[in-house]
């Protein structure tokens, strides 16, 4: 039996993909996410980690609302480039994102369309502090199929979807290269930072190999 401690045992746990959406003060974003599911059934409650440095999570804050689009094995990588490569505090993520792609809910926040299966609409209950995320606990205010496409699992996504990284060793100048193994982000240095953390996907440096 293994004695060394392995952080990418992370990689085990089963993960969904989603797109959450939220709108608040006229200003609408949306990011990737990993977590939402199910807690209760009577009454019906929704759990959502988002990560405090998304400008999504400030909107979810203010509004007390959002919307969950739930990816399928349709979905292309261009979506996940879109919501998970470019913060909301540097673009407006729907100013050139496809009308035909997404539609607004009744609750005025947009679900997506396209390669999704279902999305939620969401009322935040309870918001728990979990140091870098916050976790929403929510009422789900309304619910719909929209394909019948398998869900998108993070495993998927890592085996299917995501571009496969190519060798890079070392650049012209001589310096290693660090690939963050999540979003594909890649840093130059000989010795990575024990703080350092991705500013793409927010992920440590255990998500970095060195390439």
Known sequence: MSTTNNPKAMYKLSYGLF??????????????????????????????AVNKSNFTHDLIKKSGQCNISVLSTEVDFEIFKH???????????????????????ANNIPYIKRGTNAYFSLVVKTEVDLGSHTLFICEPTFMTVLSDAPSCTYAYYQENIKPKPQ?????????????????????????????????????????????
Request: with cysteine; proline share 6%.
């Open 19 to 48: 797109v959450c959406t939220a709108s608040a003060e006229g200003v609408t974003g949306g990011c990737i996410i990993n977590t939402a599911m199910q807690l209760a059934s009577e009454p019906n409650a929704i759990s959502v």
């Open 83 to 105: 919501f998970g490569f470019q913060s909301g505090r540097d673009v407006d993520k729907f100013a050139d994102f496809p009308t035909d792609d997404y539609y607004c809910a």
């Open 167 to 211: 060798a890079v060793g070392k650049t012209p100048e001589g310096k290693t290269i660090w690939r963050c193994t999540v979003c594909g982000y890649e840093w130059e240095g000989e010795e990575l930072p024990d703080d350092f953390i991705c500013p793409i996907c927010k992920h440590p440096k255990a998500d970095f190999e060195k390439v």
